[in-house]
Every structure is written in C-alpha cells, then in structure tokens.
C-alpha cells in the first residue's frame, strides 16, 4: 500500500509561496492543523494542500481569517455556505460601490466641463456614491 505524500512545512510554503511564519500563524489561529508531528516536527498532507489554496484564494477575494476558519473548520456543509453567502452579499455591496466609483471616474475625465468639480452631473454622481456624507448639517 503506497502512503501519501507528507510535506514539512517549509516545503508546503514553499509550494505557495507563503513564509513559514505564514502557516505557523495561520495554525495559532485554528485554520491549518498538521497532520501529525515527526520529532516535533510539523507535517503536513495532501488535504491541507486544498486547505491552505482555500485560505490563499479566500483572502484574495477579501475573507477575514475569522471568516476563512469558521468556513473550514464547520463540520455542517450548510454552515460553510452561510459564510460564503454572507461574503458573497458583501462582495456584491462591494462591486456595487467600485462600479459607480468608476462610473464616477469615467465622467470626471471624460467631462465637458472646464473643471469637473463644477460639473452638475459629476455632483449628482458623488451625491449618488455616498447621500449621507454630502448633507451638510449647519
């Protein structure tokens, strides 16, 4: 019976471009666990191979490290999709503000007026972006 691969832990930072310090941290804070130790030495399996693209790409797309080990350590596949829909709502607020902050961008430069600050439309853009922090209180 062939066993699986084992990985130190510099080998499998080094597979993803991560530090050591990296993966040290990211088990101090519940989201890896070696698989076991070999003369105190951490070693690690092919299933923490996914893990540790899950936390990379997780953490790419904006996931908390509380959010990333409620996903990964939730024994209820319903618990993993309740944080990823609640991510998911937030990404979305997300692009939704960077959309009209470009739309915002593309007038601003592509504006007929001499000084875009002073454009009608850019104010009404900006006002759109965020009502609460254009209203003046005196």
Same mark, same amino acid.
């Given at each position: 019976? $062939?066993?699986?691969?084992?990985?130190?832990?510099?080998? #499998?930072?080094?597979? +993803?471009?991560?530090?050591?310090?990296? #993966?040290?941290?990211?088990?101090?804070?519940?989201?890896?666990?070696?698989?076991?130790?070999?003369?105190?030495?951490?070693?690690?399996?092919?299933?923490?191979?996914?893990?540790?693209?899950?936390?990379?790409?997780? $953490?790419?797309?904006? +996931?908390?490290?509380?959010?990333?080990?409620?996903?990964? *350590?939730?024994?209820?596949?319903?618990?993993?999709?309740?944080?990823?829909?609640?991510?998911?709502?937030?990404?979305?607020?997300?692009?939704?503000?960077?959309?009209?902050? #470009? *739309?915002?961008?593309?007038?601003?430069?592509?504006?007929?007026?001499?000084?875009?600050?002073?454009?009608?439309?850019? *104010?009404? #853009?900006?006002?759109?972006?965020?009502?609460?922090?254009?209203?003046?209180?005196?």
């Amino acid at each position: 019976m $062939k066993s699986s691969p084992e990985y130190t832990i510099g080998q #499998l930072a080094a597979h +993803f471009g991560l530090a050591p310090h990296v #993966l040290r941290h990211w088990e101090a804070v519940g989201l890896i666990t070696p698989a076991r130790r070999v003369n105190g030495r951490r070693r690690y399996g092919p299933d923490h191979m996914l893990r540790i693209a899950i936390i990379r790409h997780g $953490k790419e797309v904006g +996931f908390s490290l509380p959010e990333l080990r409620q996903m990964v *350590t939730a024994d209820d596949p319903e618990a993993r999709r309740d944080v990823l829909r609640r991510h998911r709502d937030d990404l979305l607020a997300r692009i939704a503000t960077a959309q009209a902050s #470009l *739309t915002l961008i593309d007038h601003a430069l592509a504006c007929p007026a001499e000084d875009f600050i002073s454009c009608p439309e850019f *104010t009404r #853009l900006v006002h759109d972006l965020d009502p609460p922090a254009c209203v003046v209180k005196a």
